[in-house]
């Protein structure tokens, strides 16, 4: 019997059914629809990455490992394997023994049960204690210390990795994808933001996770205000340091390689922190919460903008966490805006930008296909895979609601408004 035909009688108890792709294994045999989406198996370490880790990890390995491929545009393949599930009322269901047993067979038959394979190069390497400082600081540099160069090929101008605000212009969202459309919508979130937060000439600012300086460099580039951001990544300080000399603000803006529990500065006018409290933990958030508050004076505004998912799946997922962020934690957003209320800041509103995300992911993902070449020698062919899926998945996560995000605003009682 062929392996393809074996496969897919191995792997109907884990589809809930026939396969929903056509499948080409590594034997050049085929099963599966003629009308699914196409995809090649073509080594049965696949396999075996299958049943040492079932499910997505070991799915996501074989794939940036190239020994699973898919035929075309792999966004299409992963919503229709997405439907076919949701249809089979798939989530969340575990194979039995006999299923694994089926599979098991075909892994002795390809000679690889028992044989564990390496982990995939770009896969993380982290050790020690849980949100230790040293923990913290390998993390954000295994993410965000890929390097400046290649983050320029994917993000806009100003180097803002957080969502957009794309409800500005309605023309705006019809042109997603589109470069000066992501420039527009990060812009508009910059606005908003120091809106927000009420920045005057003179006030003082602390961008908490700074980034690559979007946000406090704005701050002080359009409201004047005197900035503090603080960064775990080497390379995001030298890049906002670049900018902040080529643009004379250097009287302005001071950007550290600080952790949030190593700033001792109080009475800020205002604080922002864009997408970082999810790299926090959930044993720690409360520290992080209490120093947003601390660090304001009575009176001034913080705003949190976080991403959040159901109480269920804590984390950004298997492949998010091996790959791109180990050790996230997110929640819904009652439970982060309970968390930040919990300090004695007072809680003024919150704005879903979900929908904003996807769109600002388009952009995003526009500006990858557009330089994929370019960014495959740079970084290798693993590592953009890595990036293809990582991209192509977190918009599938924001698009079908398994996750979202929200600007929250809150303000330290007393003091002046």
Known sequence: MSVATELERALAPFAGGALPVRLTAWDGSVAGPRDAPRVTVSSPNALARLLWNPGELGAAQAYVSEEIDVDGDLGEALEHVWEVAAQRGLRGVRPGPKAILAAARVAIAAGVLGRRPSNPASQAKVRGRLHSLRRDRAVIGHHYDLSNDFYSLILDSRMAYSSAYFG??????????????????????????????GLRPGARFLDVGCGWGALAIHAAHTRGARVLGITLSREQKSFADKRIADLGLEERVEIRLQDYRETPERGFDAAAS????????????????????????????????????????PGGGPFIESFIAPDMSMRPVARTVAALTATGLDFVESQSLRRDYVWTVDGWLANFRRNRREIEAMVGLEVARVWELYLVGGRMSFDSGRMGVDQILLRRPGGDA
């Open 274 to 313: 864009l997408e970082m409290g999810e790299h926090v933990g959930d044993a720690n958030y409360p520290s992080y919460a209490r120093m947003l508050h601390d660090a304001v004076r009575p009176g001034g505004k913080v705003l949190v903008q976080q991403m959040s998912r159901d109480g269920r799946h």
């Open 168 to 197: 500005i212009d309605p023309q705006v969202c019809a042109q997603v994808g589109d470069e000066t459309a992501l420039e527009a919508a990060q812009l508009a979130k910059l606005d908003l933001v120091c809106d927000k937060v």
